[in-house]
């Protein structure tokens, strides 16, 4: 029970099903005196918006973040930060097909025998809309570190990935393109594999990479609360996340340690950085970067077998809202939980 | 600060370095009335323990764990086990030759910085001895859940990998060679491919997948403390691990969604199992695994530049004990944290 | 930081400022399947709510508590319960005589120090109308543990008090006065107490008594999180409030052992119970009282000295809403309160 | 269950039955580079120690204390701090007595009913001898905070009490008497009542007054982890207390607020000092000053009823050790747990 909250000193506690009234959180502990940027909050709800592009999802959501509390004369005040996201169509949509039924790789069958009861409208707590309020708790995170940099983008989608190291890419291309990829080329296959995917009915899977620069030294809290340890759980909290490594990350696996060990710089930088800016599980001042894994998201525009909850398999029409390819929307939800935790052990470092 | 407890309503908290007086640590939580089985608990000492083999660290360590509270007439009664487990070697060795200089992938250089002063000899609380306490602390978790079966195991060592799904593998052979590898033909190879490294003073990575079995129907609090999000920061947590996955893990981030969703038998159960076990974060009844990436260990027998706290760079012959692949001792430590957690949210849960 | 949240399993988080938008909460971790009495929670806040009676302040309070998740078709999911109470008339007040002044015993002076900022409308976030969302979830706690039973009421209002033990009077008359209290008699010469303190425009402090009845054997997390520590944390966080005391309380510390010792009847009941139904941290199942103390309210409509931000002392009429005894209005506090400790420690022991 | 941690940032864990091989704990947070005094806190230890004077129990304890982990020559590295205390008598008592009954008002019958099973052997974890860890972590935490003065003394033992105001004591006087009260007429009176009580073989409760001076401005995270909050938890989790009171406490529940306010200086001082200290949670820079009510301990040397495990009532006669008043060796766990608030609000606030 009471799974909702996230972080320490800086603690996140969100609620809300996709089609209740509203979603929202509290975010608790951020610091007194920092000027919000609400245009750029706005912008990040943006990011996370389906309906964004023609390999998306159609449905419109708007997505205003209602600030409650926390807030005095556009600065925050070191008191708790409500604030809710109203879900304008909750009641449109039809959702008495999925009512007595549990369909695969979805959360419907154990909500219902965890907790005997389910809001079925949507996948209700388990919708990916969950993570508005990641969002929002993300984007004020952002204004607390704000010398720190996080830049998280697409890297694959299904066997299409980008064959170049981080280093040799240009961030500020991101936002250039529907897939958040900032390869332009490999950006162009992977829309128009992710347009196949749609027209099949289908969904595919991918990655996102995310870099954070200029990270102070020190942050991380061994032995149990290493950064990449909560950096880790932060990912794998996200919806359709099954899997994440840091700096060389399984293929570190495959090597030597005579090839992996990153030598020391005089200044104390290192030449290389397979340790992914991460020593010991405190951040060593160079970049941390990681890689999540999203297995394609579950709901078909296809026929698949659903379980009633008479026990019964029967053939079912996937219908309803469509994505896809759901990686490039959670390129600002990886970037978001990012910030989350480094903002927290920034403030615990203190 | 204060990162060294695991865990919710078993909670364990952990302390000591490599070198100090003992280690030990406290295991707040244990539900009262089992009759602790203490041979099991030592036996699963004695697999962490270093110099079990030819090919591993020849250093002798006992390891002895001494319980002094919360057991009275051979059963747990509700209190806090507190537990120690001396260090009986720690003033035989020399450690003069790291005392000023940072060793390159070790944590030296970032305890430093973080928290101006460290304890040296061997690593201190960087030492992957300090993973002897999770030990402790998982053989009792798996007491209290004794009907789930816990099993890791090698499944690669560099580039050498067992090639068949854990469902044909007989974990009875884990503890049958020393790499704890269950596919005997793939453990030869394992075991060759290390002594070779080993001569070279080099260190080798590798790959250990954990299966659990018989997992009740209900476990996991989402959204941000899913089961596998937990399961992914206690994997974390442990020394030289740089990624985690579960289920089709990255592989799945290739998929199509028709062929990743799992279809239901109309007993709840699927007939495939790319979810691992968890769906929603939530455990589905079905065998949860994952796999657990290990870098090379640092420590090499071989000339290294090494950092001087007066900010040189100069040459350093490795020496010391030598562990050229991790892996294989890391199998129970990774049991032990998979048991503390699954042993939390069965309490949880209940 | 962070220090808006209340409760181990059932967890309320609340938000809000008496002047903001609106105040509001998370309650995450109740139990699933409950059918919510929505009638009964309005009712809570109504009693809570200032302007009952003519011996409160005038102030008109909506105090509508919106639900915005967590619910469906009227029942608790499992999943954090979001509520809302929107504050309606809070632009309608004239603070600017407060802005740049620190009244006496107000929290005006240190939370300007602690955080460099306040939002100075009436109190901001130390206003008392931050219990408001207490109550709600207060009011939820109730109907998770139904069978237990949770009675407050005003035993004493300056030197007036209840010269009875408690198990003499009849707490269906609590509601029947505007003090709440249940001895009709004490409750007027209150009341008529409390009309001449308001019309010298000062105020006057009092205790509550509360009795939990019913409580099952074994609450209790010994030795930091004793029942009654927490219970005593709880009330201790209400505003005004200065002391705390269980069972035979501050009395007891002039008693000998042979007079306070509870002797035990053959079935495990106590004869007498000074113990106050806690025992080394842990319900017995007898009824657990205690009682709290609160200070007079620092609002007074009279002239008082107070600080300015420029280091000057000068005089200030006081003005605004007047509560000449808060003590009647924080019963369904205090209530609210021993609810959500008594209902976690319920779902602890489960 | 897992109530065996205290605070947010400096965490202490403790473990530890009376008649174990040893209690202890870890000390988890404490910063890094302090020189710790290991004299001071062996004088702590000595403080608490029974069997110090003809007024208290003649049992000789060691209590000393072997610290395991987290210092390094001297000086604290910032990981947890691991002890032990061993207990050296632990198989010479005689508890056969006290194995199948319950006595009155000890944590025996709760015990055994919440956990089905329980260390009968002295009281187990409910005995006082658990607070032996606290006093380690006080000791520490009072070198964390070495600006801030606390001082506890003896107040009144039964309706012996010191009347007059803690600004006219010498607290220099308290170690100089065996009830640590420093008003030594008073003391004297104290002492020889005590020595009745004794006789009698009866035991006798009493009051702490415990006085903070030099706190900074800022401490306490108001809505629920006001200062004065958890210093209340932090008193009642200490064995017998049944209650608390700060500033004007229970009196000032019989004040107006035309009394009670205190008024500002210019340098924001306050006048007087009502407040205790703190006002809305937070620390004011004035003295904080609380009182803690004990009750007089359950043991005594007289005949007295005990219930058995069949349900039976019998006589027994009590033996054993006897603390007619427990109240002055109280006196450093008051100051410990004082400390350890202290220390862990002064961390959060930097």
């Known amino acids: 029970m009471a799974g909702n909250t996230f972080g320490k000193l800086l603690k996140l ?22 000027t919000l940027d609400f245009e750029f909050i706005q ?16 449905r419109k959501e708007e997505d205003e973040v209602q600030f409650l509390s926390g807030i005095f004369e ?18 449109s949509d039809d959702y008495s097909h999925i009512k007595d039924t549990y369909r695969p790789s979805h959360a419907d069958y154990v909500y219902e025998q965890k907790y005997g009861i389910r809001d079925y409208r949507g996948g209700g707590r388990s919708s990916a809309r969950e993570t508005a ?3 929002v708790g993300g984007a004020i995170a952002k204004q607390i570190i704000s010398e720190i940099k996080i830049n998280a983008f697409v890297s694959s989608v299904g066997e299409i990935f980008i064959d170049k190291p981080y280093q040799d890419l240009d961030f500020s291309k991101i936002e250039s393109n529907a897939v958040r990829c900032p390869d332009l080329a490999t950006a162009e296959k992977m829309e128009n594999y992710i347009k196949v995917i749609k027209k099949q009915g289908d969904t595919i899977g ?7 620069q200029n990270v102070p030294i020190g942050l991380g809290e061994p032995v149990f609360d290493k950064l990449h340890a909560e950096l880790g759980k932060a990912m794998l909290s996200i919806n359709a996340v099954k899997g994440f490594e840091f700096g060389s990350g399984f ?10 060990n990153d030598s020391y710089n005089p200044d104390g930088t ?15 001042g160079m970049d941390i970067y990681f890689r999540v894994a999203f297995k394609p998201v579950a709901t078909l525009i296809q026929k698949q077998e659903v379980l009633t909850n008479q026990g019964e398999i029967i053939e079912q029409q996937g219908k309803g809202r469509h994505d896809p390819c759901v990686v490039p929307r959670a390129v600002p939800i990886v970037e978001a939980m990012a910030a989350l935790v ?8 203190k």
């Open 251 to 260: 293929c570190g696996a495959k090597m030597k340690g005579s090839e992996h």
């Open 13 to 34: 506690t969100t609620f809300g099903e996709s089609h209740g009234e509203a979603l929202g959180g509290i975010l608790d502990g951020c610091p007194a005196g920092i």
């Open 43 to 58: 912008a990040e709800m943006q990011r996370r918006k389906p309906g964004q592009s023609s390999i998306v999802t159609q």
């Open 206 to 212: 991918g990655t996102i990479t995310c870099v954070i």
């Open 270 to 284: 290192t030449k290389s950085n397979l340790s992914g800016g991460i020593q010991g599980g405190i951040s060593n």
């Open 133 to 135: 309020s990641r969002v």
């Open 342 to 349: 480094i903002a927290d052990y920034f403030l615990l470092n």
């Open 74 to 91: 556009g600065k925050t005040t070191g008191t708790p930060i409500g604030f809710i996201i109203p879900n304008n169509n909750q009641k």
